[in-house]
C-alpha cells in the first residue's frame, strides 16, 4: 500500500513513523521545511520529497497515480483540503486530511462530500471527546470504550488502598469474584500482556476490561470508587475548551475556563454565551486559589504551552483536585511526565495518529487503542462467516504469540472467554496483541505449524530476528 | 558511538563476505588450482567472527548517522583486509601488504595491481580479484541491505556513506527495495555483457573477469595486456558501450525504466558526462592520428577506448597509451579527476561535483559585479541547497588535499614525477593504471610497503568519498 503525507510536523512524523513499521506500506513524505524532513529522513525508512504539497508535479513526483492514499496534515486546514482536492483529481484513491477550524468542522458533511474526502480528522475534537469520556470516570487514568459502550476498558494505577500488590491475577480473581479480566500491565513503560500467574506490583497501571457495570464494581471493590464530578476548572480556551466544555456541560458538570488572552477570551465569550470565562494566567497560584480550585473535584490544563499546562496540574494536584487532566503535546516529555505524578495525560497528537492508523489499517477493525505508543494494541474486530476463529473451542486455536481474546461480544452479551468458549459468526472479539501489524480476524491464528515449506519461512524469519535483535 | 549496534552489523559484513567467496571456491575446486585451501581458511575464519557478533544484543537498536559512517570505513577496511587473505594464504603474493592493496584495489574498483604475471595467478583467485570488482562497484554494505530480511530506518545512514555522489538518495520509500532495485538493475547490465562478450569470441571465463572489471568500472584483467591481448574489435566496443554505461547514475536507469525516457536525456550531468567524453575523444584521435596510428580508424578505436575507460575509471587499457603523445596523456589524466556520474559505479570527483562547482564559481565572479544581487545556483530546474554547495567546495579541497599528501609522501621512494602523480590519481580516483611505471603495461609492484599502504588508503579514501575515512582519525568520532 503506498502512502503518501503532506506535512512533516508533529503528527506526520508520528505517523510516518508507525506506518514505516509495517513492511506493508511504503511511505512518501512531502513538506516544504528542509529542516523537518531532514529529521524524517534521518530516522524513518521513507521517502522524503521536498515542495508544496498542493502542486500538482509535486504530487506526481510522489506518484500520487498509484497511490492508495493520502494524508494531508500540514498546519494549514486550507491547505490540507485543497491538498486532498488536487491528489482526489489526480487519481489517488483515498484522502484524509486534518481539518481542525471549528467553523469548517460545522460544514463537514458539505466539505467532504465536495472535495471528496474519505475521512476528516478534527484532533481537537477527539481531544475534547477523549477528555471528557475520561472526566466521566473520575478514578480511571483513562476510558476507551468498545462495542458501542457495551465493553469498557479502564487504565488503573495500582496504589495501597487497591489492595493489589503483590498477588496474582488469578488470586485477584477469585477473591473480587469478577468478570473483568486484566488484559495489560505497563510496568515501567514496559507493556505485559500477562496470564493467571503474573503477580501485580505496585505503581503498575493496569487495564481492565469487561462490561461497564463489573468495571464499576471492580473498581468500587478495589477502593477506586468513580465519584461523579460536579465542578471542573479548564485552563487555557483554545479549540479543545470550545469543544470540551460544550460536552461536559451536556454532562451536567459546572464549568469554568481561564483565559490569559483577552481576545481570544472574548471570542470564546461569542461563541459559549453562558460559560463563565476569566480573562487571568492560569498557571499563578493566587488565580486559582480566588477561583476556589480547593472546591473544585476537576482541573484540565489545555493551553497551547506544555510547561504552563504541567506546572498548573502539579499546582493542582498540590490542592487535592480528585482529577487533573493535562495537555502534553511533546512526545519528548513522556520520561519526565510519568515520574512527576500527574495522572492522565492527553496527547492530540497521539489521538490524531491513533485515529488515522485506525483509519488506514482498513475496515475490519472497529476501534483501536495503541497503548505506550503502540508497544500494544486492543483491537475490536466483527468475525465474519467465513473466518476459521468461529465454531471452535478457544482452546483449539493456535494464537499468535502475546495474543489474547478479552471479551466476546453477542448481541447485548459480553464474555470474558474461556478455553472452551466458542466464537460465532456476527460475534465482536476484543483482542489484546504486543503484535503490530494485525489487521484482519485470521492474522490472529498462528501460522507456525504445518508444512515443510512453511518451516523454512519461519526459519528464515527466526534468523532475520536474530539479524536484528 | 553505539558500538554495539556498529560490531554487529559489521559480523554481518563479515558472514556476507565469506558467502560470496563460494563461487571464487567453486572456481578454485573446479580448476584444480593451489588457492582452495586458502578458500577455505579464509571463509572459515570470516564466518567464525561473523557467528560469534551475532551473539551480541545491542540494548539500542538506533543506528546514528557516525555509527552509519563507522560501519562503512570500519567495514570496507575489514573486508579488504580478509579480502587479501586467499592471496596471501595460497602463497600467490607473499607478502601481507602486497595482498591487502591488491584486495583494496579490488574492492574500490581501482584495478592498480602489484602482480607483474597475471596468467601465473590461480584462476580462483583471478575470480575472486575480479569477483570483488562487481561486488565493490555497487557497494558491499548496499548488498547485505538488499539481501538481510529486514533492515531498520537506520541504515539509510550506512548508505549515504558508501554511496557516491554530494546527495545520495533512495529511489522508492523502502531502503531495501531501492537496494534491491539497484542491485536488479546491475545485475542485468552485468548478465547482457556476458552474454555479449561470449558471442564476440572471449572463453566464458574470460568473458566473466571482463564483465565484472567493467560494470564494476574496476579493471582487474585475466592478461598482462588487458583487452589489447584479445585485438578483437567486437569485445572492445562492447566494453567501451558497458563502461560507459556504469558511469551513468542508476537511478537514471529507474526513472526509464518506469516510462520516462525524456528524463535520461534531460539529466543536466549526463549531458556533460557525454560532451566531456565526446570532446576528448575528438582532440585524442586528432593528437595521435599521423603520430602513434597511421589510419584514422585505429586511432579513433583506441581514443575511445581508452577516453571512456579511464574517464569511468575502470582502467582496461587496448594500446599502451603511456606510448601516447604528452597532450593525449595530459587530457586522460585529466579524465581521472573527473570520473563518471554520482549514483554510478564509477570513482573520482564526478561530473556533479565538477558542476556544481563550476555554478558556483560563475555567481562568485558574477557576485564581484554586482556585489548586492542575489544568485542562486540551479541543478534540473531546482535551486541547490547553499549546504550542499560548500559540502561540495569543501570535497573538492580536501581531495586535492589528500592528493598532494599522498604525492609528497610517495615521491620519497624516489620515482619519477609522472609516476608519483599519475599513480596518486589513479589510485584516489579508483581509476587503476597510470602513466610511466604504472602505465598499462607497468604495474605498482616496485613501490615500498609504506608507499603501497599509502595508496591503499587513497583507494579506500577514493572510494568512500573521503569523509567517512577521514573520520577514523577523529577523537571527537570515537568518543560516547
Known amino acids: 500500500m503506498k502512502i503518501i503525507i503532506v506535512g512533516a510536523g508533529k503528527v506526520g512524523y508520528t505517523l510516518a513513523e508507525n506506518l514505516s513499521k509495517d513492511n506493508n506500506y511504503d511511505v512518501t513524505v512531502i513538506d516544504k521545511d528542509d529542516d523537518a524532513l531532514a529529521k524524517v529522513e534521518e530516522n524513518l525508512d521513507v521517502l522524503c520529497i521536498k515542495g508544496n504539497g498542493v502542486s500538482a508535479s509535486i504530487l506526481m ?9 493520502i494524508i494531508a496534515v500540514t498546519g494549514s486546514d486550507e491547505i490540507n483540503m485543497l491538498c486532498c482536492l488536487t491528489a482526489k483529481k489526480l487519481g489517488v484513491k483515498k484522502a484524509v486530511a486534518r481539518v481542525r477550524n471549528p467553523e469548517y468542522s460545522q460544514e463537514l458533511s458539505i ?11 478534527n484532533p481537537e475534537f477527539a481531544a475534547a471527546e477523549e477528555i471528557a469520556r475520561s472526566m466521566g470516570f473520575s478514578s480511571a487514568i483513562n476510558v476507551e470504550n468498545f462495542a458501542k459502550g457495551r465493553v469498557r476498558m479502564v487504565d488503573l494505577i495500582v496504589n495501597d488502598e487497591m489492595g493489589l500488590d503483590g498477588k496474582s491475577l488469578a488470586d485477584i480473581d477469585k477473591e473480587s469474584k469478577s468478570t473483568v479480566l486484566i488484559g495489560v500491565i505497563v510496568r515501567n513503560n514496559e507493556v505485559l500482556v500477562p496470564n493467571g500467574s503474573t503477580v501485580i506490583q505496585k505503581n503498575d497501571h493496569i487495564y481492565a476490561i469487561g462490561n461497564p457495570s463489573s468495571i464499576y464494581s471492580f473498581c468500587k471493590y478495589h477502593g477506586k470508587n468513580p465519584d461523579k464530578i460536579k465542578n471542573v476548572i479548564i485552563v487555557g480556551g483554545g479549540r479543545i475548551t470550545f469543544y470540551l466544555y460544550k460536552l461536559l456541560v451536556g454532562m451536567g458538570i459546572n464549568t469554568k475556563i481561564i483565559e490569559i488572552n483577552g481576545d481570544r477570551c472574548h471570542e470564546l465569550a461569542d461563541v459559549l454565551p453562558n460559560a463563565l470565562i476569566i480573562n487571568d494566567d492560569g498557571s499563578d497560584e493566587g488565580v486559582l486559589k480566588s477561583e476556589n480550585i480547593d472546591t473544585v473535584d476537576g482541573f484540565i490544563a489545555v493551553t497551547g504551552i506544555d510547561e504552563v499546562n504541567i506546572m498548573s496540574s502539579l499546582i493542582a494536584k498540590n490542592f487535592k483536585v480528585k482529577k487533573v487532566i493535562t495537555k502534553v503535546s511533546r512526545t519528548n516529555y513522556d520520561n519526565i511526565v510519568n515520574h512527576l505524578g500527574l495522572d492522565t495525560v492527553i496527547s492530540p497528537k497521539e489521538i490524531t495518529t491513533n485515529y488515522i492508523l485506525k483509519y488506514v489499517r482498513g475496515k475490519s477493525i472497529e476501534s483501536l487503542h495503541r497503548i505506550v ?5 486492543v483491537i475490536e474486530f466483527v468475525v465474519d462467516k467465513n473466518s476459521d476463529l ?34 460465532k459468526a456476527g460475534d465482536r472479539i476484543i483482542v489484546i496483541t504486543k503484535q503490530q501489524k494485525i489487521s484482519t480476524p485470521s492474522e490472529l491464528i498462528s501460522k507456525v505449524n504445518g508444512g515443510l515449506q512453511n518451516e523454512l519461512l519461519n526459519g528464515i524469519k527466526k534468523l532475520g530476528d536474530i539479524i536484528n535483535m | 558511538m553505539n558500538y554495539s549496534m556498529v ?7 563479515l558472514i556476507c563476505e565469506a558467502l560470496a567467496m563460494i563461487p571464487s571456491l567453486g572456481v578454485a ?6 588457492d582452495e585451501a586458502a578458500f577455505l581458511y579464509t571463509i572459515a575464519i570470516l564466518l567464525f567472527l561473523g557467528i560469534c557478533t551475532l551473539f551480541i544484543k545491542p540494548k539500542n537498536k538506533t543506528i546514528y548517522g557516525r555509527d552509519g559512517f563507522a560501519i562503512a570505513s570500519i567495514g570496507w577496511i575489514l573486508a579488504s583486509f580478509f579480502g587479501a587473505l586467499p592471496f596471501y594464504f595460497s602463497g600467490a603474493v607473499p607478502s601481507l601488504v602486497d595482498s591487502f592493496f591488491e584486495a583494496v584495489s579490488g574492492f574500490t574498483t581501482t584495478g592498480s595491481s602489484i602482480i607483474t604475471n597475471v596468467e601465473a595467478l590461480p584462476q580462483g583467485l583471478i575470480f575472486w580479484r575480479s569477483f570483488t570488482h562487481w561486488i565493490g562497484g555497487m557497494g558491499i554494505l548496499v548488498l547485505t541491505m538488499a539481501i538481510l530480511p529486514t533492515i531498520g530506518a537506520g541504515n539509510m545512514q ?4 558508501e554511496s557516491p ?6 529511489l522508492v520509500p523502502r531502503l531495501k527495495k531501492s537496494a534491491i532495485i539497484l542491485y536488479g538493475i546491475y545485475m542485468v547490465i552485468t548478465v547482457s555483457e556476458v552474454i555479449l562478450l561470449k558471442l564476440s569470441g572471449l572463453s566464458l571465463f574470460d568473458s566473466l573477469i571482463y564483465s565484472f572489471g567493467s560494470v564494476g568500472t574496476g579493471g582487474f584483467a585475466n592478461k598482462s595486456l588487458s583487452i589489447a591481448h584479445y585485438n578483437n574489435i567486437a569485445a572492445e566496443i562492447i566494453i567501451t558501450i558497458f563502461c560507459f554505461a556504469c558511469g551513468i547514475n542508476f537511478s537514471l536507469y529507474y526513472t526509464a525504466i518506469k516510462g520516462n525516457i525524456k528524463e535520461f536525456f534531460k539529466d543536466e550531468e549526463f549531458k556533460v558526462y557525454v560532451s566531456i567524453i565526446l570532446v576528448a575523444i575528438i582532440l585524442i584521435t586528432l593528437n595521435i592520428y599521423g603520430n602513434v596510428f597511421n589510419g584514422v580508424g585505429t586511432a579513433l578505436r583506441h581514443s575511445t577506448f581508452q577516453v571512456v575507460t579511464i574517464i569511468t575509471t575502470t582502467g582496461y587499457s587496448s594500446t599502451d597509451f603511456n606510448q601516447w603523445p604528452a597532450f593525449s596523456k595530459m587530457i586522460l589524466l585529466i579524465l581521472m579527476f573527473i570520473g563518471g556520474c554520482a549514483g554510478s559505479t564509477a570513482g573520482s570527483v564526478k561530473n556533479l561535483r565538477l558542476l556544481l562547482l563550476f555554478k558556483n564559481a560563475k555567481r562568485e565572479v558574477h557576485k564581484i559585479i554586482h556585489p548586492k544581487a542575489v544568485y542562486t545556483v540551479k541543478y534540473g530546474g531546482k535551486t541547490v541547497n547553499e549546504n550542499t554547495l560548500s559540502a561540495v567546495s569543501n570535497f573538492f579541497v580536501l581531495y586535492m588535499f589528500i592528493f598532494f599528501i599522498a604525492v609528497i609522501l610517495i615521491s620519497l621512494d624516489g620515482k619519477d614525477m609522472i609516476t608519483n602523480i599519475s599513480a596518486v590519481t589513479a589510485t584516489l580516483g579508483n581509476i587503476g593504471p597510470g602513466l610511466g611505471v604504472v602505465g598499462p603495461m607497468g604495474s605498482f609492484s616496485s613501490f615500498s610497503d609504506f608507499s603501497k599502504m599509502i595508496m591503499s588508503f587513497c583507494m579506500l579514501a577514493g572510494r568512500l568519498e573521503i569523509y567517512p575515512l577521514l573520520l577514523l582519525f577523529s577523537r571527537q568520532f570515537w568518543k560516547k
Open chain 1, 390 to 423: 468461529i465454531d471452535k473451542p478457544l482452546k483449539n486455536i493456535k494464537m499468535v504469540p502475546n495474543t489474547i481474546i478479552a471479551t466476546i461480544v453477542r448481541r447485548k452479551e459480553v464474555v470474558v472467554p474461556h478455553g472452551k468458549d466458542v466464537i
Open chain 2, 158 to 161: 550506512i548508505m549515504k556513506a
Open chain 2, 165 to 170: 555522489g554530494p546527495n545520495p538518495g533512495k
Open chain 2, 29 to 34: 575446486i573446479g580448476t584444480k588450482g593451489k
Open chain 2, 7 to 13: 560490531l554487529k552489523n559489521l559480523g554481518i559484513l
Open chain 1, 111 to 121: 466539505i467532504k462530500d465536495q472535495i471528496g474526502l474519505d475521512y476528516v480528522i
Open chain 1, 61 to 69: 513526483e510522489a506518484e500520487i497515480v498509484n497511490s492508495d492514499l
Open chain 1, 373 to 377: 505508543d503502540g508497544q500494544a494494541e
